[in-house]
Protein backbone atom coordinates (compact mmCIF):
# COMPACT_ATOMS: atom_id res chain seq x y z
CA UNK A 1 0.00 0.00 0.00
CA UNK A 2 1.10 3.03 -1.29
CA UNK A 3 1.37 6.49 1.30
CA UNK A 4 -0.65 9.28 -0.18
CA UNK A 5 1.59 12.25 -1.08
CA UNK A 6 2.08 14.89 1.19
CA UNK A 7 1.31 18.56 0.38
CA UNK A 8 3.94 21.13 1.73
CA UNK A 9 2.08 24.12 3.47
CA UNK A 10 3.77 26.63 0.99
CA UNK A 11 1.20 24.68 -1.79
CA UNK A 12 -1.80 25.83 -0.05
CA UNK A 13 -1.19 29.14 1.49
CA UNK A 14 -2.65 31.04 -1.88
CA UNK A 15 -5.57 28.68 -1.62
CA UNK A 16 -6.06 30.03 2.09
CA UNK A 17 -5.69 33.39 0.91
CA UNK A 18 -8.13 33.57 -1.38
CA UNK A 19 -10.89 31.76 0.91
CA UNK A 20 -10.17 34.42 3.42
CA UNK A 21 -10.81 36.87 0.78
CA UNK A 22 -14.50 34.39 0.49
CA UNK A 23 -14.63 35.21 4.09
CA UNK A 24 -14.42 38.81 3.48
CA UNK A 25 -16.80 38.74 0.69
CA UNK A 26 -19.33 36.99 2.89
CA UNK A 27 -19.16 39.44 5.78
CA UNK A 28 -19.25 42.62 3.57
CA UNK A 29 -22.70 40.62 2.33
CA UNK A 30 -23.91 40.63 5.35
CA UNK A 31 -22.77 43.81 6.51
CA UNK A 32 -24.98 45.05 3.63
CA UNK A 33 -27.90 42.70 4.94
CA UNK A 34 -27.62 44.41 8.01
CA UNK A 35 -27.81 48.43 6.46
CA UNK A 36 -24.01 48.86 7.62
CA UNK A 37 -22.68 50.34 4.59
CA UNK A 38 -19.43 51.02 5.27
CA UNK A 39 -18.40 48.11 7.04
CA UNK A 40 -19.84 46.32 4.03
CA UNK A 41 -17.29 48.22 1.93
CA UNK A 42 -14.49 48.23 3.78
CA UNK A 43 -14.80 44.17 3.35
CA UNK A 44 -15.28 44.25 -0.05
CA UNK A 45 -11.57 46.44 -0.16
CA UNK A 46 -10.20 43.92 2.02
CA UNK A 47 -11.28 41.48 -0.53
CA UNK A 48 -9.62 43.07 -3.24
CA UNK A 49 -6.52 43.15 -1.30
CA UNK A 50 -6.70 39.39 -0.47
CA UNK A 51 -7.38 39.09 -4.43
CA UNK A 52 -3.88 40.95 -5.39
CA UNK A 53 -2.19 39.42 -2.56
CA UNK A 54 -3.22 35.14 -3.72
CA UNK A 55 -1.65 35.65 -6.88
CA UNK A 56 1.50 36.91 -5.16
CA UNK A 57 1.84 34.73 -3.07
CA UNK A 58 1.35 31.69 -5.31
CA UNK A 59 4.34 33.19 -7.39
CA UNK A 60 6.79 33.84 -4.95
CA UNK A 61 6.28 30.32 -3.29
CA UNK A 62 6.39 28.27 -6.45
CA UNK A 63 2.90 27.06 -6.35
CA UNK A 64 0.35 27.71 -8.81
CA UNK A 65 -1.76 24.94 -9.38
CA UNK A 66 -5.30 24.36 -11.33
CA UNK A 67 -6.86 23.88 -8.07
CA UNK A 68 -6.09 27.66 -7.12
CA UNK A 69 -6.35 29.40 -9.99
CA UNK A 70 -10.87 27.76 -10.38
CA UNK A 71 -10.53 28.74 -6.62
CA UNK A 72 -10.10 32.58 -7.60
CA UNK A 73 -12.03 32.33 -10.12
CA UNK A 74 -14.83 31.91 -8.19
CA UNK A 75 -14.19 33.95 -5.26
CA UNK A 76 -13.59 36.87 -7.49
CA UNK A 77 -16.63 36.34 -9.35
CA UNK A 78 -18.38 36.29 -5.79
CA UNK A 79 -16.82 39.10 -4.53
CA UNK A 80 -16.51 41.70 -7.50
CA UNK A 81 -19.76 40.34 -9.13
CA UNK A 82 -22.34 39.41 -6.50
CA UNK A 83 -21.42 41.21 -3.41
CA UNK A 84 -21.28 44.31 -4.94
CA UNK A 85 -24.45 44.13 -6.63
CA UNK A 86 -26.51 43.13 -3.96
CA UNK A 87 -24.74 46.10 -1.97
CA UNK A 88 -25.79 48.41 -4.75
CA UNK A 89 -29.09 47.53 -4.78
CA UNK A 90 -29.65 47.35 -1.09
CA UNK A 91 -28.30 50.96 -1.09
CA UNK A 92 -29.53 52.32 -3.45
CA UNK A 93 -32.44 50.98 -5.11
CA UNK A 94 -34.18 48.56 -2.05
CA UNK A 95 -37.68 49.81 -1.33
CA UNK A 96 -38.01 52.51 -4.11
CA UNK A 97 -40.18 52.46 -7.27
CA UNK A 98 -36.97 51.78 -9.31
CA UNK A 99 -36.08 48.84 -7.79
CA UNK A 100 -36.76 46.90 -10.80
CA UNK A 101 -34.47 49.43 -12.48
CA UNK A 102 -31.92 49.05 -9.79
CA UNK A 103 -31.92 45.00 -10.33
CA UNK A 104 -31.75 44.90 -13.38
CA UNK A 105 -28.28 47.07 -13.75
CA UNK A 106 -27.34 44.75 -11.11
CA UNK A 107 -28.02 41.65 -12.72
CA UNK A 108 -25.73 42.91 -15.65
CA UNK A 109 -22.81 43.72 -13.74
CA UNK A 110 -22.90 40.29 -12.25
CA UNK A 111 -23.25 38.61 -16.00
CA UNK A 112 -20.74 40.81 -16.99
CA UNK A 113 -18.04 39.54 -14.24
CA UNK A 114 -19.24 36.08 -15.01
CA UNK A 115 -18.23 36.20 -18.56
CA UNK A 116 -15.49 38.02 -17.84
CA UNK A 117 -13.86 35.81 -16.04
CA UNK A 118 -14.86 32.70 -17.88
CA UNK A 119 -12.89 34.45 -20.95
CA UNK A 120 -10.08 35.10 -18.52
CA UNK A 121 -9.90 31.04 -18.04
CA UNK A 122 -10.41 30.46 -21.55
CA UNK A 123 -7.07 32.89 -22.32
CA UNK A 124 -5.10 30.62 -20.21
CA UNK A 125 -5.98 27.38 -21.77
CA UNK A 126 -6.40 29.10 -25.78
CA UNK A 127 -3.77 30.86 -27.05
CA UNK A 128 -5.51 32.78 -29.60
CA UNK A 129 -7.55 34.32 -26.51
CA UNK A 130 -5.49 37.25 -24.74
CA UNK A 131 -6.46 38.89 -21.63
CA UNK A 132 -3.17 40.02 -20.81
CA UNK A 133 -0.31 41.89 -22.59
CA UNK A 134 2.70 42.70 -21.54
CA UNK A 135 1.78 46.01 -20.10
CA UNK A 136 -2.07 46.25 -19.76
CA UNK A 137 -5.30 44.24 -19.64
CA UNK A 138 -7.71 43.70 -21.98
CA UNK A 139 -11.11 44.75 -20.74
CA UNK A 140 -11.72 46.34 -16.97
CA UNK A 141 -10.67 43.67 -14.13
CA UNK A 142 -13.03 41.92 -12.28
CA UNK A 143 -11.12 44.06 -8.86
CA UNK A 144 -11.16 47.16 -10.67
CA UNK A 145 -15.37 46.61 -11.98
CA UNK A 146 -15.92 46.10 -8.32
CA UNK A 147 -14.40 49.31 -7.29
CA UNK A 148 -16.29 51.37 -9.92
CA UNK A 149 -19.50 50.01 -9.99
CA UNK A 150 -19.60 51.26 -6.37
CA UNK A 151 -18.55 54.78 -7.11
CA UNK A 152 -22.31 55.80 -6.49
CA UNK A 153 -22.05 54.12 -3.09
CA UNK A 154 -19.25 56.74 -2.46
CA UNK A 155 -20.91 59.46 -3.83
CA UNK A 156 -23.64 58.66 -1.95
CA UNK A 157 -21.73 58.18 1.68
CA UNK A 158 -19.30 61.50 0.98
CA UNK A 159 -22.75 63.06 0.94
CA UNK A 160 -23.19 64.78 -2.80
CA UNK A 161 -26.28 66.44 -2.44
CA UNK A 162 -28.39 65.91 -5.40
CA UNK A 163 -27.18 62.47 -6.00
CA UNK A 164 -30.64 60.53 -6.37
CA UNK A 165 -30.66 59.73 -10.01
CA UNK A 166 -31.73 56.42 -10.23
CA UNK A 167 -31.87 55.71 -13.67
CA UNK A 168 -28.39 57.38 -14.31
CA UNK A 169 -26.80 55.48 -11.78
CA UNK A 170 -28.31 52.40 -13.52
CA UNK A 171 -26.95 53.50 -16.62
CA UNK A 172 -22.97 54.04 -15.33
CA UNK A 173 -23.38 50.31 -13.37
CA UNK A 174 -24.30 48.62 -16.78
CA UNK A 175 -21.86 50.71 -18.81
CA UNK A 176 -19.02 49.33 -16.14
CA UNK A 177 -20.22 46.48 -16.67
CA UNK A 178 -19.38 46.30 -20.48
CA UNK A 179 -16.36 47.45 -19.93
CA UNK A 180 -15.04 44.42 -18.19
CA UNK A 181 -16.38 42.60 -21.18
CA UNK A 182 -15.08 44.85 -24.16
CA UNK A 183 -11.52 44.69 -25.67
CA UNK A 184 -10.71 48.02 -24.67
CA UNK A 185 -7.12 47.86 -23.07
CA UNK A 186 -6.49 49.09 -19.28
CA UNK A 187 -3.29 49.99 -17.26
CA UNK A 188 -1.98 47.11 -15.09
CA UNK A 189 -0.20 48.32 -12.12
CA UNK A 190 2.42 45.36 -11.46
CA UNK A 191 4.09 45.88 -14.64
CA UNK A 192 4.22 49.83 -14.43
CA UNK A 193 7.69 51.05 -14.33
CA UNK A 194 9.40 53.88 -12.61
CA UNK A 195 13.09 55.25 -12.61
CA UNK A 196 15.46 54.34 -9.59
CA UNK A 197 15.80 58.92 -9.50
CA UNK A 198 11.86 58.25 -8.71
CA UNK A 199 11.16 55.77 -6.17
CA UNK A 200 11.49 58.13 -3.34
CA UNK A 201 8.73 60.66 -4.94
CA UNK A 202 6.46 56.93 -5.61
CA UNK A 203 7.06 55.90 -1.82
CA UNK A 204 5.83 59.52 -0.32
CA UNK A 205 3.21 58.86 -2.68
CA UNK A 206 1.83 55.48 -1.64
CA UNK A 207 2.00 56.79 1.96
CA UNK A 208 0.33 59.50 1.39
CA UNK A 209 -2.45 57.11 -0.82
CA UNK A 210 -2.61 55.28 2.22
CA UNK A 211 -3.38 58.38 4.59
CA UNK A 212 -5.89 59.64 2.82
CA UNK A 213 -7.57 56.02 2.19
CA UNK A 214 -7.38 55.97 6.02
CA UNK A 215 -8.94 59.66 6.66
CA UNK A 216 -11.31 60.56 3.77
CA UNK A 217 -11.80 56.65 2.24
CA UNK A 218 -14.41 58.03 0.17
CA UNK A 219 -13.44 61.06 -1.78
CA UNK A 220 -10.40 59.29 -1.95
CA UNK A 221 -11.91 56.11 -4.01
CA UNK A 222 -13.55 58.50 -6.05
CA UNK A 223 -10.70 60.00 -7.53
CA UNK A 224 -8.81 56.67 -7.99
CA UNK A 225 -11.90 55.31 -9.70
CA UNK A 226 -11.98 59.14 -11.81
CA UNK A 227 -8.50 58.81 -12.57
CA UNK A 228 -9.00 54.99 -13.56
CA UNK A 229 -11.76 56.10 -16.19
CA UNK A 230 -9.86 58.63 -17.57
CA UNK A 231 -6.82 56.84 -18.35
CA UNK A 232 -8.60 54.35 -20.56
CA UNK A 233 -8.63 56.86 -24.17
CA UNK A 234 -5.02 56.81 -23.49
CA UNK A 235 -4.27 53.35 -22.99
CA UNK A 236 -6.60 52.78 -26.12
CA UNK A 237 -4.44 55.82 -27.74
CA UNK A 238 -0.98 53.87 -26.42
CA UNK A 239 -2.39 50.37 -27.93
CA UNK A 240 -3.71 51.70 -31.36
CA UNK A 241 -0.30 53.72 -32.19
CA UNK A 242 2.02 50.84 -31.21
Keep these: ?12 VPSMVTVFAI ?71 LGTEHASV ?54 ELWGWPETDFPFLRAAYIIGVGLLAISTIPTISIKHASIKRAHLSFALVGVVALMVCLMVYPWPTLIVANCLYLASLPYSYWKQEKS
Excluded at 105 to 133: E, P
Aim: glycine fraction near 6%; charge should be neutral; charged fraction near 20%.
Design 1 to 12: MTDTPRLKLRHI
Design 23 to 93: CAGMTSLRMSLDGRIEMSLYFVLIAVFLDAADGKLARFLDSASPFGAELDTLADFFNFGIVPGILLYNTLY
Design 102 to 155: GFLACLVLAVCCALRLARFNLSVKVTDVSMKKDDHFVGVPAPALACLALMPVFI
